[in-house]
């Protein structure tokens, strides 16, 4: 299961940079996707968005703004879910998504994580 971290930092401090070291230490396979440059636990942060692959889970780190260039991507390549972590929930777009049968979550990946329901 492809798992793409999309607004991934290479910043430490970052949520995004937490969540990929998390998931990469719990087995998942991570895309992290981001406009930095860098790397998270040895993983090139891609500026691309995956178009070719079956994505199992987004987790998002852009704020509702700074999604909409993404909009079109994630359409044309339906994940199974979206896990909107807090800052990032976007109504109109989370609409959208159920519609085409995408389960939008509005959570932290983290948490979840650590409580065992990621």
Known sequence: ??????????????????????????????????????????????????????IDTIAMYLSAGNQEKYYDLILNNLPRRIIFNPGTYNPDFQKILIQKGVEVINDCVLVMIARGIY
């Open 1 to 54: 299961m492809i798992n793409v971290v999309l607004g991934a930092s290479p910043n430490p401090r970052r949520y995004s940079f937490k969540a990929t070291e998390t998931l990469v230490g719990e087995g998942y396979h991570v895309i992290p996707v981001g406009i930095r440059i860098g790397e998270i636990c040895g993983i090139k942060i891609q500026s691309v968005f995956p178009s070719e692959i079956k």
